[in-house]
Nanobody
């Protein structure tokens, strides 16, 4: 079992930056694939980014490539999402998630544990 708690959301103007954090409980954080997903009002939850156990491999959705960076600090049991050049269409609730097993980095159905989400609003 793992508990995930996101923080760092807020209101930012278009073109600005935010850094989201996800603190994980437990001693096996380094064994999980970690991901960020987001859900805008009236839309399905969608993949944003994922990172392998050791952090050596990262994966991004096309709309955020070149603007967002996912990283992790296994010593601190923490996942990050650095978001730059934010756009109004990035407005959503952002969730971190942990994958215990499975093979897909992109499918939300493969992730086993979820945080409660943090709101990001980008004004134009």
């Amino acid at each position: 079992q793992v508990q995930l708690v996101e923080s760092g959301g807020g209101l930012v103007q278009a073109g600005g930056s935010l850094r989201l954090s996800c603190a994980a409980s437990g001693r096996t954080f380094s064994s999980y694939v970690m991901g960020w997903f987001r859900q805008a009002p009236g839309k399905e939850r969608e993949f944003v980014a994922a990172i392998s156990w050791g952090g050596g491999s990262t994966y991004y959705a096309d709309p955020v490539k070149g603007r967002f960076t996912i990283s992790r600090d296994n010593a601190k049991n923490t996942l990050y999402l650095q978001m730059n050049s934010l756009k109004p269409e990035d407005t959503a609730v952002y969730y971190c998630a942990a994958r215990v097993r499975g093979s897909s980095y992109y499918s939300r159905l493969e992730y086993d544990y979820w945080g409660q989400g943090t709101h990001v609003t980008v004004s134009s």
